[in-house]
């Protein structure tokens, strides 16, 4: 069971365009993480949200976790080609050690 | 700081032979997990470790094995390889204060 829904899966964009990536899920989560994976290497955490409408800015990336705790987006700005990679996004649920995995989104930004 | 590291990087193996596949931290973090990541399914958790001794199952355990006799190792056995589980295994490790995990750079494992 798939517990988060990543969209788009895909996306191919020009340097320069801005986009958002969107995590969604039924259940609530205590928290929610954003990694970012390039190939042949784990996962890296770019962010975590714990608090219901919570903003995190990290440069031209933009984290937001929804009202209720069972969504967030990540809007990026101006991408760059340095961008490139597999976005994950991660929830947490309390008193569960576990981290559920939505299924990514590639992302090529091209020069 | 090396954190986590994998071994192999890379494994083939045939079908039926069992395989073991290497984590070590060289923090004491108390949890540590293995996912599997397949194209169309993200990644998945196989087991994982509360602590030394204690390890429970992951939403795809089945053909798996794992131990945990020591803090910093938690190796991953496939005691009959199979075709299906030709994967990218990643180990990961988190503290018991806070939700982030620190991934190791993952196994390729081909069985054949």
């Known amino acids: 069971t798939q517990l988060l829904e990543q969209s788009p899966q895909f996306l191919s964009i020009q340097e320069g365009e801005n986009l958002t990536v969107y995590c969604n899920s039924s259940s609530v989560f205590s928290s929610l993480q954003w990694y970012r994976q390039e190939p042949g290497e784990g996962p890296v955490l770019l962010v975590t949200?714990?608090?219901?409408?919570e903003v995190k800015k990290l440069k031209r990336l933009t984290f937001q976790f929804g009202d209720a705790r069972k969504d967030s987006s990540l809007h990026i700005t101006a991408a760059q080609p340095g961008d490139t990679g597999l976005y994950l996004c991660a929830g947490g649920q309390g008193g569960s050690e576990k981290l559920v995995f939505g299924k990514g989104m590639k992302l090529t930004v091209n020069p | 700081d090396a954190g986590i590291t994998q071994s192999p990087r890379y494994k083939i193996t045939e079908t039926g032979r069992q395989v073991t596949l290497m984590c070590h931290q060289t923090?004491?973090?108390?949890?540590m997990f293995w996912y599997r990541q397949d194209l169309g399914h993200g990644l998945r958790l196989i087991y994982y470790?509360?602590?030394?001794?204690?390890?429970d199952k992951g939403e795809v355990p089945d053909g798996y094995v794992v131990s945990r006799s020591k803090t910093e190792n938690f190796p991953l056995t496939l005691e009959s390889a199979t075709r299906s589980q030709t994967s990218v295994y990643f180990c990961a490790a988190r503290t018991g204060r806070g939700p982030q995990a620190f991934f190791g750079q993952g196994t390729r494992l081909t069985v054949v």
């Open positions: 923090w004491s973090h108390s949890y």
């Open positions: 470790s509360a602590a030394a001794d204690i390890t």
């Open positions: 949200v714990v608090t219901g409408g």
